[in-house]
């Protein structure tokens, strides 16, 4: 069976199509800087690669030219040769905990979510309603980035607010990047040889997330009621005072302009003006302070969430780095396991110079570190396999 997985995130959109009978990839592409000029998609089939190079103005447009490129080249004939469609969704609330079949009042579900994940879900709508329209009579399934953190125990995704805005409003820790953190937890487990071990798993990106993983369940994560909050982000603040934000209101910032300050003005891009991470490093290396305080409290803010979780977990046994940032950047990773050794963490600086996937740390490391380049798309396929099949 042929399975299209559309990844369509707040920037970028990625797509895959998988034979889930040898979980092969097939083809992938990518658009990326979706709304600059140099907006750009790269299919790739096997060996061959077709480029094509255009302005992309929204994700729609985006999708759109996705799909006619893989039917053009000969990718896919048409949609019917494809056994479902798989979607990545940011925020299921409390009503989604597993993959779901997507029909109108999913459509209305997720619609009606937007306020909690506004950078992502109208995306992610987007490509739902683009393949609904392109493949009316194929099974699309939504894939919920919130499902892997419902085993979060009831202490921890509570805030300390009127327990009615819980019942009545839904206030409550969520968490996201499910699908990333379930992935490579099954991999660390691999890694490892340890069935089920406790994990610290970074999932360091435009967007970041950490999560504490408990006999291969999630007890904690840094995300809460929307991605905004836990670790400093490309554009997004995470953690604050709350004062903060009547704070700005009694000042004369209107409170629209204040979501956006906080989601798409604060983080990374807030300190210094940009949130490309590879940008950053050139700057700061040119001797910009900026730069350089904002890959500092970047830093910092995940240190400070491992040492808490390596509390609430009693007994660690790997951190996992993942992510765009988490896979490539290995002063990151140094700047994060620097005097780690309270941890357990013997730390090898030369392995991580070079590593693309596996180990970072001494043969006598007892708290092991792993770069494991995450698959959420595999992750969503496997999901859609399953909610065809149940």
Known sequence: M?????????????????????HIVLVHGLIDQIGE?????????????????QEIQDHHSGLELAIDLMIENRIISSFEELGGVGHRV?????????????????????EDLIPLAPLHNPANLDGIKVSLEKAPNIPNVAVFDTAFHQTIPQEAYLYA???????????????????SHKFVAKKAETLLGKHEPNLITLHLGNGASACAIKGGKSVDTSMGFTPLEGLIMGTRSGDLDPAIIPFLEKSGVPSGDIDTILNKKS???????????????????????KATLAIDMFCYRIRKYIGSYAVLLGKVDGVIFTGGIGEHAHQIRE???????????????????????GEITKETSKTKVFVIPTNEELEIAMGVIETVNS
Not at 267 to 289: H, P, T, Y
């Open 37 to 53: 000029e140099d907006g750009h998609v790269v299919v790739e089939f096997n060996d061959k690669k077709i480029s094509k190079e």
């Open 335 to 357: 700047k994060i396991c620097f005097d780690l050794e309270c941890m357990g963490i013997d730390f090898d600086h030369d392995k991580n110079l070079t590593a693309k996937i």
């Open 90 to 110: 940011v925020h299921g609330g409390e009503k989604f905990d597993n993959p779901t079949l997507v029909d109108d009042s999913v459509l209305k579900d997720i």
């Open 2 to 22: 042929k399975v299209l997985v559309l990844n369509s995130g707040s920037s970028s959109i990625k797509f895959q199509i998988f034979d889930m009978t040898k």
């Open 161 to 179: 607010l009127p327990y009615e805005l819980y019942e009545k409003k839904g206030v409550r820790r969520y968490g996201f990047h499910g699908t």
């Open 267 to 289: 983080g990374l891009k807030g300190i210094c003006g940009l949130n490309d991470m590879r940008e950053i490093f050139a700057k700061a290396e040119e001797g910009d302070e």
